[in-house]
């Protein structure tokens, strides 16, 4: 069964402007992380931001946010002021009891392009 | 400065030979990850390696797969007879933060088999 699931190939959104790349995951575990990286051409694996499924609060960081949506299991990252370095592909990931340091599950990820 | 640094970048290799592919961890950590992820394709899973052991692997991971820590420092995944299906990006990756609330990749091995 998938775990996560990122239902959007690609987007495209205009340079300053705010987008929303989707994720909901599947877990019967009450302890888990959710992750976001960004993966630009290059290839290499970027970490932008995590949420626990403890955390009071949606976690942010600098131009990335998330919003966590725990009834609906939903993780959606939202990356405000988009910039040209932005085109990348994102991943969401995540890890069951992360205090365990279990493997990560990754999503399809989505592509995202932004245009000047 | 990365947390962990792969070696080489890119690997081209005949298919049916024997390859080496190495992760370097900046601070001494006891998990590792190797992940595995196929042109266009999501990152999977390969194994996981926890204090000299294999903690967890998945069904990629056969016989034709091993880890290793040889010197204390340095960790590889060999991958012993090469297929044309092993062509991928493969990234070494470590938890982190105090409730491995973080986890970061190196910056992966680009193996092309031919």
């Known amino acids: 069964a998938q775990k996560i699931t990122q239902t959007q190939p690609g987007m495209f959104v205009q340079e300053k402007e705010a987008v929303t790349l989707d994720c909901t995951y599947d877990?019967?575990?009450?302890?888990?992380?959710l992750f976001w990286y960004k993966q630009p051409s290059s290839g290499e694996m970027i970490f932008l931001i995590y949420?626990?499924?403890?955390?009071?609060q949606n976690a942010t960081e600098g131009r990335y946010s998330l919003n966590f949506q725990k009834a609906r299991k939903s993780a959606n990252l939202v990356i405000s002021a988009s910039q040209l370095g932005d085109s990348a592909m994102y991943f969401c990931?995540?890890?069951?009891?992360?205090?365990?340091?279990?493997?990560?599950?990754f999503g399809s990820g989505t592509q995202l392009t932004v245009l000047p | 400065e990365p947390e962990v640094t792969q070696t080489p970048s890119h690997q081209v290799t005949q298919m049916g030979q024997e390859v080496i592919l190495r992760c370097v961890p900046i601070?001494?950590?006891?998990?590792f990850y190797w992940y595995r992820q196929i042109l266009g394709q999501k990152v999977e899973f390969l194994v996981s390696?926890?204090?000299?052991?294999?903690?967890?692997k998945s069904e990629i991971f056969d016989d034709q797969f091993s880890v290793e820590r040889p010197d204390g420092s340095n960790f590889t995944l060999k991958i012993r007879s090469t297929k044309l299906e092993d062509s991928a990006m493969y990234f070494c990756?470590?938890?982190?933060?105090?409730?491995?609330?973080?986890?970061?990749f190196g910056q992966g091995t680009r193996l092309t088999v031919v």
């Open positions: 390696f926890y204090n000299n052991e294999i903690s967890e």
């Open positions: 990931a995540m890890r069951e009891r992360p205090g365990s340091a279990r493997q990560l599950t």
């Open positions: 990756a470590t938890p982190a933060g105090a409730m491995n609330t973080e986890a970061f």
């Open positions: 877990t019967s575990d009450p302890s888990y992380g």
């Open positions: 601070s001494n950590h006891l998990y």
């Open positions: 949420q626990g499924s403890y955390d009071q």
